[in-house]
């Protein structure tokens, strides 16, 4: 009976550390952590010092699905802390318009709900003079 306990712990222990290990930044890796909202072909992630674009992609895709149970609209904002690579954000090439920066997620770390629930408001319907 011990040696099924002492197999049982140490199966306990080193599952735990497997997915702790998941959560540890590699070498070289910077770590971002803000307010993320995604809004039909626009998303942003929002640091202490700085907004970004963020790449639409797989894994914002993956961002998206992990956010929506912890927003109550839309138009919620998430707290996220991701891992990824800045790069020049090419609408701001393209069109001079956005963020200057880009965000490629590489992965995802944290998601949770933002500190004010419905950060954003949906635009109010406008109302024809009659």
Avoid at 1 to 8: I, N, P, Q
Avoid at 29 to 39: F, N, T
Avoid at 48 to 56: F, G, K, L, N
Wanted: aromatic share 6%; net charge negative.
């Amino acid at each position: 009976m011990k040696h099924v306990l002492g197999f049982l712990f140490l199966l306990v222990l080193a599952t735990g550390c497997k997915d702790q290990d998941s959560n540890e930044l590699a070498p070289g890796e910077v770590s971002y952590k803000g307010d993320y909202i995604h809004i039909n072909d626009a998303a942003v992630l929002s640091t202490a010092d700085e907004i970004y674009a963020v790449r639409i992609d797989e894994k914002s895709a993956d961002l998206d699905k992990q956010s929506k149970e912890f927003m109550k609209t839309p138009y919620d904002m998430v707290q996220v802390v991701i891992t990824g690579e800045l790069i020049p954000n090419p609408r701001k090439e393209e069109t001079g318009e956005g963020w200057d920066q880009m965000i490629v997620i590489n992965k995802i770390i944290e998601v949770r709900e933002a500190k004010s629930s419905a950060v954003m408001q949906a635009p109010a319907p406008k109302q024809e003079d009659n």
